[in-house]
Structures are given as structure tokens and as C-alpha cells.
């Protein structure tokens, strides 16, 4: 942190001295050049007056005697000689050639004036003798180290409130990388560190839920593989005592469904975990929702005959679903809710804005408010006649939550109109 900090005065330094003697130079061509160009008022009536004097003085010396008398009044020196004498560059050679006075800068950095006089074919050389201010190395040096402290004093007092800031953010990064997942870095400014420090609180948020998401989840799935796993080794274990043909078979059978159920749980883990990964990627198509539904109820009425399925809606809502995915999370809705009703079942297909909305109502005993958002939640039941006598490894909902996440979609779980629990699912147009 602190090369950062001397590194940015340094780099501020660099740049004001470097950015001054810039201006200076720029100033000194500019300044150098206009004069060439064109003489300033007073410099040009003084080339005026002198041109008309060398005209009207026939005598040489005595017009070397007055331009002495000008020279010694402005306190410098006159001369008089042949333009080739001169070194002067193109561009003051040619304006003396036409008759026009030019202001140079001699090798002192003196000022010179030079005034053609034609009739005489000579040009009178004033030499003022003073020198432009130019400031000495001491001062020079003076100025650049003031310079130095008032950025290095400006830098500190800009710098030491931002380094301390980030310093608390880098101390919460490595408690973070530390264990402790409750540090947080968010210092309440508005600025670009305190958005920094904000959006580092949000993923630290996330990564302290997805951790605790994992480690519920690996808790709730060995609580849920030891129940079958007993009961397979107390089945084992009788499996010897049999003592007819038809308890044995009796006996394998249940092992067999115990069987049944791992596997279905682990199928059920692994289309969890496909859908609740961050880089899942679907196949999004549009998708004629109605006979999507109709053909899914088809194949699901077989689970229980006596209940009344039905799909109700326009056929034509469409919406831009991966059917795979859509037909998974239905296909979990239609059959929880075949498991809890008593009469009925009804799926019903609308639009609803710039979305789609599919509802799944039946006429069982309801979700309870207080349990709705709990039961989207891997393993979780609910205390009454949801639970798991009636089938299901818990992890239905808990699917069709994630395949909604991944399509920008909702689940909401409402009364139905039915006298039971409405599963409503909103899908993109």
C-alpha cells in the first residue's frame, strides 16, 4: 500500500513538472514566434520613425550619432550593416529584404531589432541589452521541490483515508480466506470503494449461503440415505429367519424397493445439482405450452386413475422454454399435486403480461403459509398429510425452483380455488 501511495505522487509529480515546463516551452515558441511574425505597436512605430530618420540623414555618422543617443535612452547598443553580414534565418531575411522590420532574440537571449534602410541598403541593429526574466537553477530547484511537498502533503491527505479503507478490505478478504465467513467489508460510502466494498459483501453473502446450502444438504442427504441403507440391513440381517419361500420373497421384494428408492434419490441429487450449477446451460425454443401440458398429463394419469386431470388454457401460448427442463418441473408439480388430491387436479395456461403462466391446482389439504417458502427447500416436508408416507424424496420442489432460477422465472405456492394449493409457475414469452 504504500509504494501505491508513493507511486501515485510520483506519477502526480512527473506529471505537474513535466506539464510545467511544457507550458513554459509552449509559451516561449508561441512568444518567439509572433514576435517574428509581426511586431507589437510600440516596437513597430519605434522601426517606423527610425527608417524615416536614416531617409531624411544623408550623413551616415550622423545618423549613427542619434541612433547611439535612442540606444543608450532603451540602455542598449546600435549598430549598422549589410543584410548579407546578418545570420538570420528565410523568414526574417525575406522581411528585411521587402522593406519590414524584424525582432529577434540573440544568442543571450537578448532582444534585437532589426530596421532596414533601403536608400543605404544597410540595417540599423538595436541590441537592448536586457534579458527576458529567466529563473536561475537555485530558484528552478526551489520551486520544483515546493512542488514536492505540496503533492507529496496533497497525496498523503487525498491517499491515507483510501489506503485505509482498502486496507479494511483486504483485512476481510484474508479473514474470509480465513474461515471466517461473517466478515464483512462494507464501510457505508457511496464512492467507488464503498460500491467495491458493497459487491464483495454480496459475494461473500453468497458464498457464506451456498456453503451453507452445501453442508444442509450433504446433512439432509446422509439423513436421507440412512433410512433405506437400515432398512436394507435389518432386511439382510431377518433374510436367514425366513422360513417359507413366500416370506422370503416377501422379504427381497422390500429390499428391492428400498433399492429402488436410492436410486431414485440419487437420480433426483444428480438433476439437483445439474440444475442448481451456475453454468448450467439451457435449450431455450419457443414452446406451445398446452400440448406440452396435455401430453405430460397423459403419461402422469396412470399415478392415480380415480383423480380427474385436466389442462385448460389457450393453444397458443408459446413461451421460449427449455422443454427438457419445463417438462421436468411440470412433470414434479402435476405429480405432487396427483399424490395430494382427493378429486381433482387442473392445469391451467395463460398469458399474463410479457410472460406465461402455468398453474397447477388441486383439491388436497393445502400448503400451510407459514410452510411455503420452507417446503422449496431440499428434503423439506411438510407436517401433516404431506409427508413421506406419501412418496417423493423431497427434492421436487427444490427442482422446479432451479429450473425456474435458470429460465428468469418464479414459483409461488398459493391457496387454490379448488380448496387445495395452486403451484403457480411464471415462464418467459
Known sequence: MKKMIFGVSMAVLIAIVVGFFSVGYIFWLTFTRDFRKTLPPHFQSTAVAIQALAEATDSEAQLMEVLEKIAADIGGTVAMTPLEALEVDDDVGQRLSRGDAAFIFAEDDSPVLL?????????????????????????????????????????????????????????????????????????????AIGSLARQFDTMADRVQELLENQRQLLQAVAHELRTPAARIRFGLEMLPDAETAEEIDARLASIDDDLVELDELVRELQLFNKYDAPSTVLSSESTPLKAVLEELCVRLQPLRQEIALSVVGDEGTVAVVDKRAFNRALQNLISNALRYAETRVEVRVAHAGEACVVDVVDDGPGVPESDRERIVEPFARVDNSRNKESGGVGLGLAIVERILEAHAGSLEILDGDLGGANFRTTWPV
Open 115 to 191: 530596421i532596414p534602410v533601403p536608400s543605404k541598403g544597410k540595417i540599423v541593429v538595436i541590441n537592448a541589452e536586457r534579458r527576458f526574466p529567466v529563473p536561475s537553477n537555485a530558484a528552478i530547484a526551489l520551486s520544483i521541490a515546493v512542488i514536492m511537498v505540496i503533492v507529496f502533503g496533497t497525496g498523503l491527505l487525498l491517499t491515507l483515508p483510501l489506503v485505509k479503507r482498502l486496507g479494511h478490505l483486504e483485512r476481510t478478504a484474508s479473514q474470509i480466506a480465513g474461515g471466517d465467513l461473517s466478515a464483512r467489508a462494507s464501510d457505508g460510502h457511496q464512492d
